[in-house]
């Protein structure tokens, strides 16, 4: 080994050392710059559909929540947020929803008689007067949004000793704003929010920049290795990384002879013990993988991330597969899932809502320059 001082060992150390900074030097000079954020504005306003009123509030809170989080916002990922935005809300961002009213009234019903609340209790409750002079059987009964409900759900529970009896601290509105995102992803992706908060995040998902924030986070804000945004939309609906966890419970259906449901989920989480099917079928097939019960499902809770493709279970479940398939499988489906909501009339499925998004990004990619791709 060289001596510290020696005259020839600092010389090479200098060299590296410079020729390091030029190979970074040349790694920045060949990448493009970032686009300016009035170019990256405008071009938001050019893709949203013609009928959208205000888009420049729209370009405004859309990039803002780009740039926070340091999504690349390429023409694609533009068009693929408009789109969901288009197909959840078309644009309102606190859309009314048919019925709301006899959603809410048969929402405390259930709940009412599941902790054996008499009726008539419940009816003398919701004719106390609330903090805005009417009575919460007056507000509910003209509800027409989200917001709306989940005010009076806020209300009822703080001041009516019975609200408390019968909600606790749960509200029953989960999702909200244009992108109508899970209020419970965005309070456990609230810390990097870019506003000054006027009450709680709950309320903030109502809002234009919120709802636009969080959604954006929810469907762009992790890892893929997605070769269709079609997926994306798939994960949006269903959960991250659902697709890619529907093509492996086809893998182990193929490999064990059982029917699953192709839902993503990879272990249970339901209360309780009990082991979820998927979870059961991997374990029937610890001979052929040579792993541990222990060992599959400490791999099998990696199915929220995208490190689960780099589990020996993956790979080896997929390698398996393969060969019994006698080609390559795919790595990503459609979720089988049917989507069941009180605001939903009609039988819709995770597929269904993925195609219907990727026609509406087809559609703004039509309108697109290209000059951000």
Not at 178 to 186: G, K, L, N, R, W
Request: some cysteine; aromatic content about 8%.
């Amino acid at each position: 080994m060289p001596a510290i001082g020696n005259p020839r060992h600092a010389r090479t150390l200098v060299s590296l050392a410079a020729l390091t900074l030029l190979a970074a030097c040349s790694s920045q000079r060949n990448q493009p710059p970032p686009p300016a954020p009035d170019l990256v504005r405008s071009e938001i306003v050019r893709l949203l559909p013609a009928s959208v009123a205000d888009r420049q509030g729209w370009a405004t809170d859309i990039y803002t929540a780009f740039e926070t989080q340091k999504i690349d916002p390429s023409v694609e990922n533009l068009c693929s947020v408009l789109a969901v935005t288009e197909q959840e809300s078309n644009y309102q961002v606190d859309p009314a929803v048919p019925g709301m009213g006899k959603i809410a009234q048969d929402e405390i019903d259930r709940r009412a008689s599941k902790v054996h609340i008499p009726n008539l209790l419940v009816r003398s409750a919701l004719d106390i007067r609330s903090p805005t002079g009417k009575t919460y059987n007056e507000r509910l009964s003209a509800a027409r949004t989200e917001k709306d409900l989940s005010l009076i759900f806020d209300d009822f529970i703080g001041m009516v000793p019975l609200g408390r009896t019968l909600f606790g601290n749960f509200n029953p509105v989960h999702t909200a704003g244009p992108m109508q995102v899970s209020i419970e992803f965005a309070e456990r992706h609230a810390q990097d929010y870019p506003y000054p908060l006027d009450s709680s995040i709950r309320h903030e998902v109502f809002s234009r920049r919120g709802g636009m924030y969080f959604g954006i986070a929810h469907l762009l804000g992790y890892p893929v290795s997605y070769d269709k945004p079609l997926y994306r939309f798939a994960d949006f609906n269903a959960g991250w990384y659902a697709s890619r966890n529907a093509a492996f419970q086809s893998a182990v259906a193929r490999l064990s002879g059982k029917r699953l449901a192709l839902d993503g989920d990879l272990i249970s989480y339901g209360f309780g013990p009990s082991l979820g099917q998927t979870e059961l079928a991997v374990r029937g097939l610890h001979t052929q993988l040579g792993m541990r019960n222990p060992s599959i499902r400490s791999q099998l809770e990696k199915g929220e991330t995208l490190a689960f493709e780099d589990t020996d279970l993956y790979r080896q479940v997929f390698e398996l597969a393969d060969k019994a398939a006698g080609k390559p499988l795919p790595r990503a489906i459609l979720p089988g899932i049917v989507l069941e909501s009180p605001k939903i009339t009609r039988k819709l499925t995770t597929a269904w809502f993925a195609q219907r998004v990727e026609e509406r990004r087809v559609r703004c990619m039509a309108r697109a320059s290209g000059k951000l791709q």
